[in-house]
């Protein structure tokens, strides 16, 4: 779907709603989205229904957990009841873990050595349950889907991919890896966390069986809340993971039997963290208002900018150039200097991020400028 990047007036406007960004140079919403204006006055009116109703906020704050994964939904083209929300990503990861059945020949998980380290880290629990983890090599900036596809076979039991490499922004095909675990029966878990909020997610067009992300980054709904989709036929064959006494379909009944919530929520677990929940709302607010598609064009025209602007000054990118298979960041590398530039250009205003063996990771988004780019990319040869 083709859209037009946001105005030079528009980005004016979505700027004050940003304050982060009229204090410097903000370019690390891959990282840490800037907070919305809107963030305080929210916190405040959760502090409020604390302050005056007590226990009974209870009242309140179920119907907006409900209504942010409502949100969630809206963002991830999810039908109605298939999110839940959590505290992070790495706990509902272990949630989905938990109901995979090792035996009857299936004991693989499939995942790449490029993936987020917290799936790597939960796979030594899993090995002990009796799964086989599958590694697929990669050169460090992409994943080969046919590579990836051809690591999954009739023993696997759960696919875990990114739809975004955290360190090279690449762009996975998530959709074909989807359709390969599919064929053999297997589960797929997606990992959106530095998809969603920049560039558009459907999770029934990807196929997945289950879609995990969170707040801090695009959404700029800061830390606290993870989501996860789960494909709605799975969530009567397949039991809720490490469950809790909010996703109980009657949890103020404190009955000791189970009794599972309406859709996805009964993967709620135990008391979710209230605050984090209303500031997160006010990011995935401003997202569904500018929309992911406009997000995208956005973005696009900014990190070409930086790709360019870096090429011609002889900076290597560690980002495919291509703008299909490049998401909202650019990862730069200067040899043996690039931790020290990174540094400099924080003491300078243009905040970016150093990650050890990828480089500078600069992301920009709808509400910065072409300005601020070229700033960046002029900064970093001195």
């Known amino acids: 779907m083709s859209a037009q990047p946001l105005t030079a007036e528009e980005v004016t406007v979505w700027r004050r709603r940003f304050p982060t960004v009229e204090r410097c140079t903000y370019l690390i919403n891959n990282s840490l989205g800037a907070m919305p204006a809107t963030v305080p006055t929210a916190l405040g009116e959760f502090a409020r229904l604390w302050e005056t109703k007590g226990v009974e906020a209870w009242g309140d704050w179920l119907p907006e957990v409900r209504a942010v994964c409502g949100l969630l939904e809206g963002l991830m083209g ?3 009841g298939s999110v839940t929300v959590h505290q992070n990503v790495a706990t509902l990861t272990a949630m989905v873990l938990s109901t995979v059945d090792y035996g009857s020949g299936r004991d693989g998980i499939v995942l790449a050595d490029a993936d987020w380290p917290s799936h790597h880290y ?16 990669t050169d460090g900036v992409a994943i080969d889907a046919e590579a990836f596809c051809d690591a999954i076979d009739e023993r696997t039991a759960l696919v875990i991919v990114s739809h975004v490499l955290f360190r090279s922004s690449a762009v996975v095909d998530v959709a074909r890896i989807a359709a390969a675990a599919r064929r053999v029966g297997a589960l797929c878990l997606v990992d959106g966390y530095h998809a969603m909020g920049h560039m558009p997610v459907d ?3 990807i196929g997945c069986d289950f879609y995990v992300g969170g707040s801090v980054k695009w959404l700029c709904g800061g830390p606290g809340v993870g989501y996860l989709y789960v494909r709605p036929d ?4 397949l039991p809720a993971g490490d469950v809790g006494w909010l996703g109980h379909a009657r949890p103020f009944a404190f009955t000791p039997e189970w009794e599972p919530a309406d859709g996805a929520l009964r993967w709620l677990g135990g008391t979710p963290g209230m ?8 990011g ?3 997202i569904t208002e500018v929309t992911p598609v406009r997000v995208r064009a956005t973005s696009l025209a900014l990190t070409a900018r930086i790709v360019e602007g870096a090429l011609e000054r002889g900076v290597d990118v560690r980002t495919p150039t291509d703008a299909e298979a490049r998401a909202g960041s650019v990862t730069l590398y200067l040899g043996d200097e690039t931790e020290t530039v990174s540094r400099r250009l924080i003491d300078e205003g243009i905040i970016v991020d150093f990650r050890p063996g990828s480089g ?7 509400f ?3 300005q601020e780019c070229d700033r960046l990319v002029q900064a970093l040869r001195r």
């Open 78 to 80: 999810a039908p109605t």
């Open 122 to 137: 939960l796979i030594p629990v899993e090995e002990r349950r009796g799964a086989r983890p599958v590694v697929v090599p």
């Open 203 to 205: 999770v029934t067009r």
């Open 234 to 237: 799975l969530l009567e064959s």
């Open 275 to 282: 605050p984090s929940l209303y500031s997160a709302r006010e």
């Open 284 to 286: 995935y607010k401003a």
């Open 360 to 366: 500078i990771r600069v992301g920009p988004h709808f």
């Open 368 to 370: 910065n400028t072409v």
